[in-house]
């Protein structure tokens, strides 16, 4: 179980670093980027990790990258919340990329 603070500023809590630091460890900053997406369209949480499991942005242990959904309401509301986790921060601008054009197209997986 992982429990955080709830920090009602838009950005505000420690929610990037304590899912980044227990996926890649407390020192994932020395050798890791790390960024948070807003603005992908809403889904809802099932769809939304499905989406990156069929699209191949899911996060891998064995590579050390790719992306976590952070908060998904149930009603699917305007956006999803994402973690964007690779080795640089090129490829997580790469990762971001891929993310809002696989969840602006619209498909959901089945």
Do not use: K
Not at 24 to 52: E, F
Not at 76 to 105: D, I, Q
């Amino acid at each position: 179980m992982l429990l955080n603070e709830i920090n009602a500023r838009w950005g505000g809590g420690l929610v990037l670093h304590s899912v980044a630091a227990a996926l890649l460890g407390d020192d994932y900053a020395d050798r890791a980027a790390v960024s948070s997406l807003r603005d992908v369209p809403g889904t809802g949480l099932d769809a939304a990790v499905s989406r990156l499991r069929q699209s191949g942005l899911a996060f891998s242990h064995a590579t050390g990258e790719g992306v976590v959904v952070l908060g998904a309401g149930p009603d699917a509301g305007p956006t999803t919340e994402m973690l964007v986790l690779a080795g640089t921060r090129a490829r997580t601008r790469e990762l971001e990329a891929t993310t809002r054009s696989v969840f602006e197209a619209g498909v959901t997986p089945p």
